[in-house]
């Protein structure tokens, strides 16, 4: 009996031992969290003719257990010559002159805590910090990766069994400056430091390792023109950049012209160019103004921008002298003088189907029109592009423009957007977002204007989603409904049009009874009869713009039915709320033809 317990007991090792014999069949070798590589301090051990000196100091900075210790780590090797060469140039005769916590420093400054390969570089910082807290940038310089502009890589990807490892010529040495000390010690920037001073922001700029600030202030951008870009608008010294923009004459008012021009060229970030050119908006200290930012084939431009339909050129980044790290950020130099842009509010109509983005990313086999809207040679539904499209189910429907509800459904310039949104649809998407064109700060009223049908869901809008200011619109857009939801039974009415707008609800396509500028006549369709309301303007809520910048708007499905081919977007207002013009101009579906109210 006791023979047959035992048995019993060793059950469950002979299924183990046939499972190692099992697996031990299988050629595929599956790697967890052990590896048969030797891990980073093993690899500079068993290369004492380069690494003596490196992995002394890793022993004197405790360092070799956690990198001879299973993790995820990179680190920058400096051969022993590079060591030696940075020894002598600290003044020293041995790594014996240096503390121990000096020698911490060292290690950290060239370890993070990652796993980064030399696909992930680019021109520009390292996205993860060093151990030491403070980023590496690499650059390429005559087809060779360097790290902080110095140090060049003679070795790559060198796999241990905790990380990488890259062989660098030289040692890496933190910067010793902050911003403010960098432009005030560079003699092409006299000027520029000289308003540093005057508006206070020299203490901003300035920095001391150890010193307490706040997380978001620890690394910032600074953006300076020179003296010489100066002179070139006329500007000789700091007087004369006091005269031409201090108004209070107190330039540490922060209601001062000077203190927001010096305001905005910086920013509570650490960018390099690869960083600004990547982020289309880079928010600065002038309170709610943005720089906009893009890449020009190899030109960083800030402020260059299509508004309204103007095109306004802007101010190139001057990369050789750009990209100059500090102990709290990275200085930039630009070869234009730029300033905050003064802009009043104007509606913008926001034509969802002719974005070029848009038509590119689904190709042509979905586009039937791509003419943007034009009046006058000014495009007033431009700088379009659409974010998250991977939320949209790409496929026939997803946007198309049908012949045959070009008399029941006319849509502004020819065109709209075809989605298949669901909110109880696992199959289908709920949420579409969208990036605006350019809103000057202020209050708007929101319209979304589509066609009407019977399947259509219900939409919330929801402005800036995810973002502290965030708005979500009171009104629900019923897809199902037509104008006579307003109340408004007889759309001949002389006074329809009012009392729709009492409610909430407007036409946006002209009729038989609008006036054209250019001589295009009897409008699209009749002002009465049931087919006159199927084109539909809701007033979705009042949105308030904080910033001047191109924003986020959600349409989230939240009820409604799930039928295919269901909604047709195309086109969304935004119309200044104090405007007492919500109604006009309306739209035709030739492209650029609008029609204003009868005089």
């Known amino acids: 009996m ?38 980073i301090t093993g690899y500079l051990d068993e290369h004492p003719e380069s690494y003596s000196l490196l992995s002394e100091i890793l022993i004197r900075a405790r360092a070799s257990g956690y990198l001879g210790a299973y993790g995820t780590y990179t680190l920058f090797a400096p051969d022993n010559e590079a060591i030696t060469k940075w020894v002598a140039a600290n003044g020293k005769a041995s790594l014996d002159d240096f503390r121990d916590a000096e020698l911490d420093s060292f290690v950290r400054y060239h370890v993070i805590r990652d796993t980064v390969g030399s696909l ?15 980023f590496l940038y690499t650059d390429v310089a005559n087809g060779v990766f360097r790290v902080n502009k110095r140090a060049q890589i003679i070795r790559s990807n060198i796999r241990c069994g905790n990380g990488i490892i890259h062989a660098i010529n030289e040692a890496l040495t ?59 608008a006329g500007i000789m010294n700091f007087e004369d950049l006091k005269q031409r923009f201090s108004k209070t ?13 010096v305001a905005y060229h910086l920013s509570n970030s650490g960018n390099y160019l690869e960083d600004i050119a990547s982020l289309s908006s880079l928010y600065t200290l002038a309170p709610k103004e943005i720089l906009s930012t893009k890449l020009a084939g190899t030109r960083v431009l800030l402020n260059d921008d299509v508004f309204n339909g103007v095109y306004e050129p802007g101010a190139e980044l001057n990369r050789v002298e750009s990209d100059v790290t500090a102990v709290n950020g990275v200085l930039h130099e630009s070869l234009q003088m730029f300033a905050i842009k003064v802009r009043q509010q104007v509606p913008v109509y926001f ?74 649809n696992a199959n289908r998407v709920k949420y579409v977002d969208f990036k605006t064109p350019y809103l ?67 036409r946006y396509m002209a ?66 709320a104090d405007d007492p013009e919500q109604i006009y101009p309306r739209f035709h579906q030739l492209p650029g033809e609008l029609f204003y109210r009868p005089q």
């Open 2 to 39: 006791k023979k047959h317990k035992h048995f019993i007991l060793q059950i469950p090792l002979l299924l183990g031992l046939f499972c190692l014999c099992c697996l031990s069949c299988n050629k595929q070798v599956f790697r967890e969290t052990t590896t048969d590589e030797v891990n």
């Open 120 to 134: 992930r570089f680019t021109d520009g910082k390292i996205k993860t910090p060093t151990l030491f807290g403070e």
């Open 174 to 232: 933190p910067p010793r400056q902050s911003l403010a000390e960098l432009i005030a010690g560079n003699p092409r920037y006299t000027i520029f430091a000289e308003a540093l001073r005057a508006t206070g922001f020299y203490d901003t700029l300035y920095y001391k390792r150890g010193t307490e600030v706040p997380a978001e202030k620890r690394f910032q951008t600074a953006i300076v023109e020179s003296d010489s870009v100066f002179q070139a």
């Open 249 to 261: 004459g107190d330039p540490k008012n922060h209601s001062d012209s000077l203190w927001l021009y």
């Open 351 to 424: 034509d969802l189907a002719t974005s070029p983005e848009l038509l590119t990313g689904l190709g042509a086999a979905y586009r039937n029109k791509s003419t943007p809207l034009v009046v006058n040679g000014e495009s007033i539904a431009s700088s379009i592009s659409y974010e998250k499209m991977d939320v949209i189910t790409i496929g026939s429907n997803t946007y198309n423009f049908s012949a045959s509800l070009e008399t029941k459904r006319p849509y502004a310039n020819g065109d709209m957007l075809g989605l298949q949104m669901c909110s109880n």
């Open 440 to 506: 000057v700060k202020g209050r708007y009223k929101v319209w979304v204007c589509y066609a009407q049908n019977g399947n259509g869901p219900q939409l919330q809008v929801i402005f800036n989603p995810g973002r502290t200011d965030e708005q979500t619109l009171p009104n629900i857009v019923f897809l199902n409904q037509s104008l006579s939801a307003s109340g408004v039974s007889n759309l001949a009415d002389p006074n329809a049009d009012n009392l729709m707008l009492a409610q909430g609800y407007k």
């Open 511 to 576: 009729t038989t009874g609008d006036y054209n500028a250019n001589g295009v006549t009897g409008g699209i369709k009749p002002k009465t009869g049931s087919e006159a309301s199927l084109n539909v303007g809701r007033l979705a809520g009042v949105i308030n713009v904080e910033t001047t910048d191109r924003h986020t708007v959600r349409l989230l499905a939240i009820g409604g039915t799930c039928k295919s081919n269901a909604i047709y977007l195309d086109m969304v207002h935004f119309i200044p």
